[in-house]
């Protein structure tokens, strides 16, 4: 297939709005596999978005989606739960909280960290439940420290995130940074 082709599929299909792709850390050619697969799965093309996924490797492959603060917005996790289950992907929901003081007792920081990934298990909770009506393969993670770092950190962990959703203001943080595709939803 020409190298271009992902760019028509693009030109042809009308995209939902607020959906932005952008570059991270990775190879050129793998950006446009994506973008192709990700064309063919929005036009309904899911045996030829999973044809073009699976030249690239084999093996549950994820798609990491950034939370902003604990929770997730409804349209994010609604775009997640459709793209994985047309792609055949697992999910990884990931929330991360800032790293804390570093007080003398710990107690005060403990609370915090406790308060957050709480409310985080809470919000992720219901995205969960819906990707597992779904037949899909979903997690929830949650990490404290600066969110691009908590991001490589984890896509290398998984060895397999494939993609990452994100919100508009998250995104930005990540851009340049990231180690897999970066896609923003408004």
Same mark, same amino acid.
């Given at each position: ?14 995209? +939902?709005?607020?959906? #932005?792709?952008?570059? /991270? ?10 973008? @192709?697969?990700? $064309?063919?799965? =929005? $036009?309904? =093309?899911? $045996? ?10 084999? !093996? ?6 950034? *939370?902003? *603060?604990?929770?997730?917005? +409804?349209?994010? $996790? ?10 055949? %992907? ?20 403990? %609370? ?9 298990? =809470? ?13 899909? @393969?979903? /997690? ?9 770092? @908590? ?11 494939? &993609? ?5 203001? #998250?995104?930005?943080? &990540?851009? !340049? ?10």
């Amino acid at each position: 297939m020409p190298r271009n082709f992902a760019r028509r599929i693009w030109a042809g299909i009308s995209r +939902p709005r607020g959906i #932005e792709v952008r570059p /991270g850390g990775m190879r050129r050619e793998r950006l446009d596999d994506y973008a @192709e697969a990700l $064309a063919l799965a =929005e $036009a309904g =093309e899911q $045996a030829l978005a999973g044809g073009v996924i699976r030249r690239a490797g084999s !093996g549950r492959k994820r798609i990491l989606v950034l *939370g902003h *603060g604990p929770s997730f917005s +409804p349209r994010l $996790a609604e775009y997640a739960l459709g793209l994985a289950q047309r792609l055949g %992907y697992g999910l990884v929901f990931l929330n991360v909280g800032s790293p804390g003081s570093q007080a003398a007792d710990g107690q005060m920081d403990s %609370y915090l960290r406790e308060s957050f990934a709480r409310r985080a298990g =809470e919000e992720a909770r219901p995205w969960l439940l819906l990707a597992t009506d779904r037949g899909l @393969e979903a /997690g929830h993670v949650v990490r404290f420290g600066d969110t691009p770092a @908590e991001v490589e950190g984890l896509c290398r962990d998984l060895h397999r995130v494939e &993609l990452i959703l994100s919100e508009p203001g #998250e995104g930005a943080r &990540l851009e !340049g940074r990231a180690t897999s595709a970066l896609f923003t939803v408004d």
